[in-house]
C-alpha cells in the first residue's frame, strides 16, 4: 500500500480539488492538516509515513523533522517561490526532493510591490486614517503631499529576476527610470529599459528601493544601517521578499531620524510577529505577507506543488526543482 500524500495547510479549492484528484489517480490517501499552521509535533506526525508533503513557508524542515518523517518520504513540494524554511542540505542528504512554485506569483507579486510603492509615496494609509479619525479636514496645497512617481523618479530593485523585472516593467509604464542589480547582468549595461548597476549605485540614485532578493546567510541583513545612510535623504523602502534582507530596528531608527520619507514591508524578521517599534515608525506601509494573494495566483501556487508531487511520485523529475 503507497504512502499517504501529506498538506500541511489548506490549499484554495481549486488546488484542494487537485490535490485529491492527485491523490485519486496515484491510489494514494491524502491526510489533510487544518488552514492554520501545524505546531511541530503536528507537522512530524503528518510527515510520519508520507512519502510526499505539499507544504507552506509557515513549516519549518529541518533535519530532525526529516529523520521523523521517514525514510519513505521522497518530495517536499513548498507552495512558495521562497525556500528559506527548507534545509535543503538535510533534504539532499535525506533523499528528498524539495520543489517551490517560481513563475506563477511574479504578477501577482510585482502588483503588490507597485502598490505599496503608490501607497506609501502618495500616502494612501495616512489618508485612510485621517478621515477614519473622524478629525475635521479640507483639501489644501499642503496636505499630504507626497513624491510623484511618474516624474522622473528612480526605482531601484534589488535583485533582478522574475519578480524584479515583472515590477520594473510597471515602473517603466509609469515613466520612471528604472535601476537594478542582478548577478547576471554587468554594471554600466542596459537592457529593456532597465540600467543595471552595482548595489552602492542603486542605493545613493534611487527615489524608490525595492528588495526582491531570496533570503539567505549572504543576504541576512543586506540593508543594514549602512545600506540605508547609504540611500537618496528622503528615499522609500519597500520590501515584498523576505523580512530578515532588512534590518528591522535600523529601518525604524531611518525612519524615525528623517533619513528615510517612508517604507512599506510585507515580509517581517519575526513573522507573523511583527516588532512592535514597526507600528509607532513614521511613514510605514504595512500589509500581512499578501503579495502572492491573489485568486488566480493562490489556485496556480497549490496547483503546481501539487503537480511537482505527483511528478515525482509517478517516477518522473519534479516540474520545479530546487536546488
Ligand atoms: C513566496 O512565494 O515565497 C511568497 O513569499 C509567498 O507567496
Known sequence: MPGPIYLSRLLTDRAMAHLEAAGR?????????????????????????????????TERVDADLLAAAGPQLRVVANVAVGF?????????????VVTNTPGVLDRASADHTFALILAVTRRIAEGDRLIRGREPWVWGPRMLVGLDVSAGATLGILG?????????????????????????????????GVTFVDTETLLAESDVVSVHTPLTPQTRHLIDAAALAAMK???????????????EEALVAALRDGHLRGA???VF???????PALLDAPGLVLTPHTASAGEATRDAMGILAVDNVA?????????????
Open 264 to 266: 512599506a514591508l510585507d
Open 233 to 247: 535623504p528622503g528615499a522609500y523602502l519597500i520590501n515584498t521578499a523576505r523580512g530578515g534582507v532588512v534590518d
Open 84 to 96: 528559506d524554511n527548507i534545509d535543503l542540505a538535510a533534504a539532499r542528504a535525506a533523499g528528498v
Open 25 to 57: 489517480s496515484a491510489g494514494r490517501t491524502v491526510r489533510v492538516g487544518r488552514e492554520a499552521p501545524p505546531s511541530r509535533e503536528e507537522l512530524a506526525a503528518g510527515l510520519a509515513g508520507a512519502d510526499a508533503a505539499v507544504l507552506t513557508l
Open 269 to 275: 524578521e519575526g513573522e507573523p510577529a511583527v516588532n
Open 311 to 323: 511528478a515525482v511520485l509517478a517516477g518522473n523529475p519534479p516540474l520545479t526543482p530546487v536546488g
Open 160 to 192: 533582478y529576476g522574475r519578480i524584479g523585472s515583472a515590477v520594473a516593467r510597471r515602473a517603466l509604464a509609469f515613466d520612471m527610470r528604472v535601476l537594478a542589480t542582478s548577478r547576471r547582468a554587468t554594471p554600466g549595461t542596459t537592457a529593456d
